[in-house]
Structure formats: C-alpha cells, structure tokens
C-alpha cells in the first residue's frame, strides 16, 4: 500500500525530492532520467519489473544513453520537455528548480556530442494532442499496447485513420481495458486485433 503523504517517505526532502504535480486532465509520465556530467541513461515507459508487469502487461522501459561522445536526439527533446513542464503542470516546491537542471544537464552532456538516433522522435501531451506530433501514413505496420482507456475506440480509429497501416496489432486485457470489443471488431478485417491475455 503507498500513501501520498510525503511525511510518510523515509529521507524526503534530503536524500531526494518527493515531488507533487497538478494540472488539468491526467498528468501521468513514465519517465525515468539519471544524469550527470559525464553520461546520462533516460528511461521511457512502465518500466514495471514484476512478473505480470514484464510478462504479462508488456511494461517494459525504452532506454537511451548519452555521453560527452554521443547523445541521442530523443534526450534533447527531453531535455526541452522540462523546461516547458513547470509552463503546463504545477509543481510542489523544489520540484520546477529540480526540472531546470535535469534540463540543463541533458544539454549540457549533448553540447559537444555527435547527436545520433535522429529518426526518434519523443512526443507528449503537455504541447497539444500526441496525435497531431505523429506522421501520416500509409505505414506498414502499427502494433499498439494496452490502449487503457478508449471506450469507443475513438483514440485508436483516429490514429489508425492518420496512420493507415497495412497491419494492425493490438494487444490489451479483455475484461481490465476500458475498450469496447464490439468496436475493436468495427475495423476492417485485414486488421485482426490480438487479444493478449495476462
């Protein structure tokens, strides 16, 4: 059981910072970021390390790594993402001055670097709609992961409507995913989304 109580964390406020966010709508990142002045690792995604996290819901992280050598594109976006955050989300104390230099590292690490990986591209929220940071199509594939909550499949027919994949994949959690199967089984039949079972 967790508790929201930062009174409640052991070393809060000196060994690290226990941070509180608000905004409108969700605010939900998955996003892991260890940096320093000689290299950095940024880690995207669930990253959920159980059993029915790796095994069974497919949590896993995306990880890139920077040094003074090479640094990924993706980790300059990232690095942007901070500085815009504390403009979009409202932070506890500590937690916008904790963002800048998490920002200001990432830079700094990539000032001198070859920036590599250039066709990753990170995309988020806080700017607008993910939809709209996303190409157009046609692609020829387009597997997407627990869509968790699209009742309508709205969300998943407008990214399908944009992409235009030859072969669509979707894995979700029948009975635990708010996704109406029936329409799952709207689309066209060349499309046979997976139920994938945890």
Not at 147 to 155: H, S
């Amino acid at each position: 059981m967790t508790t929201a109580d930062p009174r409640a964390t052991r070393n809060a406020g000196r060994t690290y910072l226990a941070g509180h966010a608000y905004c409108e709508g969700a605010f939900h990142p998955k996003l892991v970021v260890i940096a320093g002045p000689a290299r950095a690792t940024v880690a995207i995604g669930s990253g959920n390390a159980t059993i029915a996290g790796w095994q069974g819901n497919a949590e896993l992280w995306t990880v890139a790594r920077a040094n003074p050598r090479y640094c990924p594109q993706v980790l300059l976006d990232i690095a942007q993402w901070f500085t815009n955050l504390t403009s979009v989300v409202q932070l506890s104390r500590g937690v916008p001055e904790a963002c800048a230099r998490v920002a200001e590292q990432l830079a700094t690490l990539a000032t001198d670097a070859t920036i590599t990986d250039t066709d990753v591209q990170f995309v988020s929220s806080t700017t607008g709609a993910v939809l709209g940071s996303l190409p157009t199509g046609p692609v020829d594939e387009l597997a997407v992961c627990a869509p968790f909550r699209d009742p309508a499949a709205a969300a998943l027919r407008a990214l399908v409507d944009q992409l235009q994949p030859t072969t669509l994949r979707i894995s979700y959690q029948p009975g635990l995913t708010a996704l109406d199967q029936s329409a799952l089984q709207a689309f066209p039949q060349n499309w046979s989304p997976a139920a994938r079972r945890s």
